[in-house]
């Protein structure tokens, strides 16, 4: 993959130690769709193959676990969806989410589903923007529902 990196956008994307650089990466992609499309495309795929491997080796396992739970950014928007039994959606207040997060605001957000969306298509959804408690909360009732 790094080669493709490389071939794709230049030495730039690799830093000194050999490390895929992902912030020269965002400031590439964020600015170029095609790039970004392009990056989407070498990903996903990937992505998706380690989640389904990951996935069949619990399931294999002596004791394969009631449920597993794996967090996917951007799952409606890669169609990821249709890889999962339940999908819960957690949204946030767009303010409530810049006092939360370190990552840059840029038009990312644009490309995105919008929340209400997400909510209908999701079996459970969670506002948060209350406490870690009321999350918790949230969860483990989620998790007794699935577990059941």
């Known amino acids: 993959m790094r080669a493709a990196l490389v071939e794709r956008f230049g030495p730039q994307v690799i830093t000194a130690t050999g490390e895929v650089d992902r912030a020269a ?3 590439i992609v964020f600015k170029d769709r095609a790039a970004l499309e392009w990056l989407e495309a070498l990903l996903h795929p990937r992505v998706a ?18 449920l597993c739970v ?7 928007e890669s169609g ?9 959606v957690v949204t946030a ?8 997060s370190h990552v840059r605001r840029d038009d990312r957000e644009q490309r995105l589903i919008p929340d209400e969306e997400k ?30």
Request: no cysteine; charged share 30%; net charge negative.
């Open 119 to 148: 909510v209908k298509r999701a079996d459970f959804a969670y506002l948060n923007d209350g406490t870690l408690e009321e999350l918790d909360a949230f969860v483990a009732d989620v998790v007794a529902k699935l577990s059941a």
């Open 70 to 76: 794996t967090e996917v950014p951007l799952l409606y």
């Open 49 to 66: 193959q380690q989640y389904l491997a990951w996935r069949d080796a619990l399931a294999a396992g002596p004791r394969p676990p009631a």
């Open 93 to 100: 207040p767009a303010d409530v989410r810049g006092e939360r």
């Open 25 to 27: 990466i965002a400031d």
């Open 80 to 88: 990821g969806d249709a890889r999962f039994d339940v999908v819960v």
